[in-house]
Every structure is written in structure tokens, then in C-alpha cells.
């Protein structure tokens, strides 16, 4: 690790106080992330595991702005759970449908405590502590029932909250906003406006009787369980649009993005000039990179969906354990508030650990080959008097790589057929599909191995980042066992001139085994070396 980076690491872990800090820092630095990417990482994620993290992390690889210093934004909200929660779920979708979308969709229901404001991606979890401490002392004075009373007027409609329940929660947002100052050397600006919760904004001024009158049908009486909820956004993206793709689409050009349902894309409507109709360019959040897609496989999506919810303080006796545990988060079933487990064995530790990190081994076969299909003799098939390749059917490859020897070596070291080029793309597609990462590929030294890495890697958008090795060690060496002919392969020399992406660096171990030495079997068919 870097001296900087050291440095770093230690005045975080000196700065924070909980140990889930290190649980989920320490892994990502084992993988030989730096801090400040790692960090970065779990700052976007909401500091859940380090699993999430690590995730991001390879999903942004090729992101140009992951070394970028730019934090990101946090916000407070006091949110309604429960009943009333659902009536005002039951609201949105109603107003939307009658009075179509407005400003207030854009946002879950809520309480405004603070504006957005930036904190370092090594103090978040000095923000987790600014809220438990300002929860923990207005806990006992929180009121059991917060009193709504109904506003309305030509652009707005939302419930205000009046009197002492209102000073209380002021009285809260400026403790945090204390507490983050101190701990985390932030500047954050509370609330001390009226205090409200819309229900819609900035409507047609002919849809505010039909919104009222829903509004009005929002039954008041229910006790509510409050909760103050921590968020945080990508700051670059504020005042751009959010689509969420619906449909699958696979790039068709180098500059274009791939999308999957229920990726989200932010798109700067400013900034599309060099957009052809129907396309816009956007910035994929869950890769981090820009291209072009098409609209139409895209909805507009709410302003908080890409929100990121960090911790919540639940204001009840029964208080919710994730605002006083760091390093652990709520998760939300069904609608409802389940709190995390209240201690890790050390067995859990390992086992994150192992899992973060676990490799795997892909074996993948060869493609089907065309003297499979077309049977010993079809070299000659393919072969005019004069030594030239020609294609007789559609089955076979449109042109073969040139060999020192010409084309009687492909005799012994056949090609990929057509259809088998077509399964080693299906392959790289399904590979793409799954999200699972490559990071290196070995392969037989024969022709029709080589081939099919080369299209799984273009299929995975890889074939310029990833260089083929080729092993000898994995080639099936003692089909030849018994025949007196070893094939001819193609060198790194003539499968580079042919644009296959190969390793020329790399040097395959001289295993002790059939593949690379003169060898005999004994009886009970094992192999030993001939002196």
C-alpha cells in the first residue's frame, strides 16, 4: 500500500470509533483497492457491506471519474411510516393518475430538516453519530402524536406542522446540524421555515380542487411512527433528468451504452446537440460512463429513486438499533422496519471475508468445429488445386488466417464453423448478461480455442482490455498419444498478425506432466517421465 494511502487509512481509523468501519474498509484494501476509491465506494452504496461496495467498485471500472475527490451530498428527512405512510403512498398514486405528474412525485412523502450539504467520504461515519447523539437527546420530549393541519393554495398543497411538535423537531435539525459540524467538519443549514409535508406542487391551477379533495380523504387520526432518514445523491447529477430503462439494448457502436431493465441514466437535457432524434446521451449510474441510447427504451424516473438511504433514527422507546450501530443498515420489508442483528461473530467476519475474497474458474469448450460437421476430408472440400481457401457452404468460416505452412495445417488444427462462431458470441452475451467480471483468460494453443475466446471477449465489450494466454498445458494433448503426428499450431506471432489479442509476455510453466514432456504410461495408466 502507497504511503499516502497508509496514512489515510490510519487517520480514518483513528477518526472512527466503531469497528465496522475496518470490516468494511479492510477487505476492499486487501483486494488492493486504494483508500480513497474504497471509501468512495462505500460512501455510494450507504456503508451496507462490503459486498455492495465491492460490487460497485467492478462495476465502475472503467468509470473516468472514480478517482474524482467529489463527495457526496447528504440530506435529513422526517419521514412517516405505517398507516399514514400508506395513505400518503395511496395519494401520490391517485393524484398522479387524475391530475397527472407534479414537483411533489419526484420525492418520497417527507419533512425537510436540513438542505443537502457534502461531507468527505472518510467522516460519513462521523454523520451516523451526529444523528444518534441529536435523536438520543430529544428523544424523550419527541411527541407521541405530531398534529397535521391542511394547506392549500393555487401551486401547493401539503400538511404544516404548527406549534411545540414543531419546535421540537427545529429543535433537532439543529442538533445535528451541531453534531455533524463538530464530528464531521460539516457545514449544514437546518430547517427553520414552516415545517411542512407536501402532497403536490406546482399542479395545473385546475387540478387543486380534485387534489384537495384527495387530500382531505387522508385519515389523520392513526398514530405515526416518525423516522429521520439520512440520504445522500450524486451531486453532479442534480439538476439533470433521471431515466430508468425498461427494455434491454445491447450497443451497436463503441459510443453507445448498455442498458438493462431498471438501470438508471442521468441526461443533462443542455447537452444533446450531438444526439441524432430518438437518442439522447447520458451517464449510466450504474457504471459511471457516458454514451448514447435510445429514448425509447427509457421512462422518466423520480428525482429520489437514485437516492442512496444511509441510517434512520426511529423516534419511539422501542428505538431503531441501525441508528446506534455504524457499519450496519435498515433494510425495509413489505413495509416495514426490521433492525439488524446486535452483534457479529467472528465466524460472520470470516465468512464476509472469504466470500469477498472467493475466485472462480470458468471452463468454458470450444465451439463446434467445421470437421465436426463436414467430416475428415474437409480441407479438401474447401481447398481449390491451387492451395487457396474458397467457402463451399455457408457453415464454413468466410476466410481462414494465413500459416507459415499454408493450408494443409488446418488439417490437424481445425477452425470454428460458422454456427460455431454464433455459440462462442451466445456465450460472451450470456457472460455479459450475468454481471459476471473476467479479469484473464488462458486457452489451448489450438486454432478453434483461440477463436472462441476472441469472440467471448468482444461479445463482453473485453477484447482490447484483456490479452489472450495461451497455454499449452490445457491443450488435449493425449488424443495424440498413440498417432505418430503432433498438429501444427499457429504461433503468437502468426495468431497476432491474424488480430487475435494474445499475450506475447506470457510464459506457460513447465508442468511435469504429459502435455510437455516425452512421456510412458505405466500399468495402471498413470504418466512418468522417460529420463
Known sequence: MAAGETQLYAKVSNKLKSRSTSLLLEPLLALGFPAHTALKALAAT???TAEEALDWLHCHCNDPSLDDPIPQEYGLFLCPTGP?????QEFWRESRRQCAKNKAHEIFPHVTLCDFFTCEDHKVECLYEALKRAGD????????????VLHSSISYLGFFIHDSSADIIREFAMSFATEASVLADCTVKPCTKQLHLTLAHKFYPHHQR????LARAIPLSPGCQWTATLYSRDMRFVHYQTLKATFQYKPQNTDELNLSPGDYIFVDPTQQKEASEGWV????????????????YTERANESDTWVKHRTYTF???????SRRDGEASSRRN??????????????VQALQATILRRSVLVVRHGERVDQIFGKSWLQQCSTPDGKYYRPDLNFPCSLPRRRNGIKDFEN??????CGIFQSRLVGEALLDSGIRITSVFVSPALRCVQTAKHILEELKLEKKIKIRVEPGIFEWTKWEVGKNIPTLMTLEELKEANFNVDANYRSLLWVCASVKKIQRKENGSWWILP
Open 413 to 418: 488444427d481445425p477452425p470454428l464453423s460458422s
Open 210 to 213: 380534485t387534489l384537495e379533495q
Open 316 to 322: 419511539s422507546l422501542a428505538m431503531d438499533l441501525n
Open 335 to 348: 413495509g416495514e422496519f426490521h433492525p439488524p442483528q446486535t452483534s457479529r461473530s467472528l465466524s460472520s
Open 137 to 148: 437527546r430529544i428523544l424523550g420530549s419527541f411527541p407521541s402524536v405530531i398534529p397535521l
Open 46 to 48: 450507504g456503508r451496507k
Open 84 to 88: 399514514l405512510l400508506e395513505k400518503l
Open 281 to 296: 446521451i447520458g451517464i449510466s449510474r450504474w457504471t459511471g460512463c457516458r454514451g448514447f441510447l435510445p429514448e425509447n
